[in-house]
């Protein structure tokens, strides 16, 4: 628990983001689909900007509401896994 919290651990969370972004972004598509419906058909697109910056630049503002509320920084990590998977599945 205390890993989590440890600001250290949540920043680099934070910068693993950026980085991810950073490496996936030749490789995505000009829209990315950031929603699927229940056939598993993408039904909501972004441009590849919105799509790399939407999450990342959300997790530095949960990171900074932590002084707010402790919980935000289990937002931190949950956003930082819906990344990897919104990435994973663009690609």
């Not at 651990?9 to 950031?34: C, D, K, N, R």
């Not at 530095?60 to 819906?82: D, E, P, S």
Request: glycine share 4%; with cysteine; aromatic share 16%.
């Amino acid at each position: 628990m205390f890993l989590l919290i440890n600001g250290k651990a949540l920043w680099g969370a934070v910068i693993a983001a950026f980085i991810l972004s950073i490496v996936f972004y030749p490789f995505l598509p000009a829209e990315m689909p950031i929603h699927y419906d229940g056939t598993n058909s993408p039904d909501r697109t972004v441009n590849k900007l919105a799509g790399t910056m939407m999450l990342p630049v959300l997790m530095v503002v949960f990171a900074w509401a932590r002084k707010i509320n402790w919980q935000f920084v289990f937002a931190v990590y949950i956003l930082l896994i819906c990344h990897i998977v919104v990435l994973y599945l663009a690609v």
